[in-house]
Antibody, heavy 121, light 112 residues
């Protein structure tokens, strides 16, 4: 059974860089699919951040400022999210997910449990 | 302000039928992009409920169904049960701004 698990610091100081990883088990990232990050501020809705293919091709939400970087490490079977210059507005639960993307059909069929990141001094 | 518009809340009694609407525009649902639905139980991660407008992943009861017409889509839940109380999100692909996955603002379903 394919599983995704996020990991990273629960607390980050303003202006610092946030780094999260998503480990995938029981499926090789190199076999295909896109892999994405979605976040959810406390009490609010979902926001797609971006996705990466196993080859390294990336897609980002054009509505977000370019502070996000997504990378993949196929040797460790994980993908990562980096967010620079964090502010309190970046406080959210961050989810990683498997991303089905064929033409204009985009959806997320498997999700990690999520990790809460709080930005505070 | 979400790209896809959903009612903030809906409610229904056990056994009843409820529907949740999702309204988009000509750059997403109206452009032919598929609509997908997620269920988020309290304190848990979202779970795919409907994909490709009408399809249910394995394990999702047939009480849940989706439809799409024009620039809108709907999620219907029949035979409402207490465990259906959750937040529901629609999601699609928007072809503007170089393409993006977009979500609705979410609908809180309360089972009375």
């Amino acid at each position: 059974q394919v599983q995704l698990r996020e990991s990273g610091p629960g607390l980050v100081k303003p202006s610092e860089t946030l780094s999260l990883t998503c480990a995938v088990s029981d499926y090789s990232i190199s076999s295909g699919y896109y892999w994405g990050w979605i976040r959810q501020p406390p009490g609010k809705g979902l926001e797609w951040i971006g996705s990466i293919y196993h080859s390294g091709s990336t897609y980002y939400n054009p509505s977000l400022k370019s502070r996000f970087t997504i990378s993949v490490d196929t040797s460790k079977n994980l993908f990562s999210l980096k967010l620079t210059s964090v502010t309190a507005a970046d406080t959210a639960v961050y989810y990683c997910a498997r991303h089905q993307a064929v033409g204009a059909t985009w959806y997320f069929d498997l999700w990690g449990r999520g990790t809460l990141v709080t930005v505070s001094s | 302000q979400s790209v896809l518009t959903q009612p903030p809340s809906v409610s229904g009694a056990p056994g009843q039928r409820v529907t949740i609407s999702c309204t988009g525009s000509s750059s997403n649902i109206g452009a032919g992009s598929d609509v997908h639905w997620y269920q988020q139980l309290p304190g848990t991660a979202p779970k795919l409920l409907i994909y490709g407008n009408i399809n249910r992943p394995s394990g999702v009861p047939d009480r849940f169904s989706g439809s799409k017409s024009g620039t809108s889509a709907s999620l219907a839940i029949t035979g409402l049960q207490a465990e259906d109380e959750a937040d529901y999100y629609c999601q699609s692909y928007d072809s503007s701004l170089s393409g993006s996955g977009v979500f609705g603002g979410g609908t809180k379903l309360t089972v009375l």
